[in-house]
């Protein structure tokens, strides 16, 4: 898409690219060359433009830092085999960023204004897109309030950015989860379905114990009674279980996920059958301790299909099947192809810059 907005460019002098090494990355260090940047004052997002990647100056008295106005998103851009690059589905991804910002009472991102700097910033960068498999460009979209004021109030001023990283291929090494029986990520009514930031903040806790405990990261169980599995650490969570594609239907503590989004539609197009409903954990321990194959998966951004091997709950530890012919690496398969234009793109998932 073009559209009828065309932001300016400051271009830097010099690029990073070439001092560095794409098989090496840690993820999130490096931004690329350039930013996206607007500030919101007086009711209007002024001055779009593209610049040199730079730090930011803010006052100490920024709501932002006390009250936590500040809401995210992350997408990818991908090197298809014909050399182009494509964004994966930013629309949805858009959608979602204005959800969590009325949430957050911050003000929404025009369509246009998103997918133009996007479109801009992704163009700028296209020597930023890897071309190894399964290596992408990560974007990160986000706005956080500045207006100086100790308060509690809701800001009025902004600023919304948008910065990208290069990404190795995510090693995908199965999880061993711990289901989280005393802590929780969201409760009805809070902000689990955004992404705000105090989401991931008020996560490290209950996940650092879990780590301590030898595990990589908590399944999260609903605010009542930690009856009902809810996500997978910063994933959403799907189970595979007698040939049914079971996951949790969307709450208000449960995120929207594309990727969930996209693995449902590729089940139901394969004719998988698919249940949005509740997964309690008595049902998931009585599956695993029949000796079912189970199938648990994070779904997500990042890692795509994050395989589980272990679910701990309370004092019984299982197993789950991670065979390299299990499904849900399937659908990893699927979606890289997909983005890769070695499949046909029958959803129109992939925006091409
Ligand atoms: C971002 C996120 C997801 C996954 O969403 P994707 O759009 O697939 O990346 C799931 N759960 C939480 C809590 C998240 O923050």
Redesign the pocket.
Known sequence: MKTSLAFPIRQATTSRRHQLDFEQLVFGKEPTDHLFISEFAEGNWQNPRIEPFHDIRMSPFSLSLHYGQTVFE?MKAFRMNDGRVAIFRPDK?HE?FNRSLERMCMPEVPYELFMQALHELVDLEQAWVPELPDAALYIRPFMFATEARLGVKVSDEYIFMIVATPVAQYYAKPLRLKVELEFV?AADGGTGST?CGG??GAAFYPAQKARAEGFDQVLWTDSHKHEFIE?SG???VMFIIDDVLVTPPLTSTI?D????DSILTLARQRGIATEERPMSRHELQAALRAGKRVEVFG????AVVAPVEWIQIGADGYSCYTGADAVMFSFKKELDAIRTGERPDLFGWNYLV
């Open positions: 992350g991804h979602r990520r992404k989401n991931y996500e910063t994933m959403n995120l996920g594309v990727t969930r779904a997500g951004t990042a």
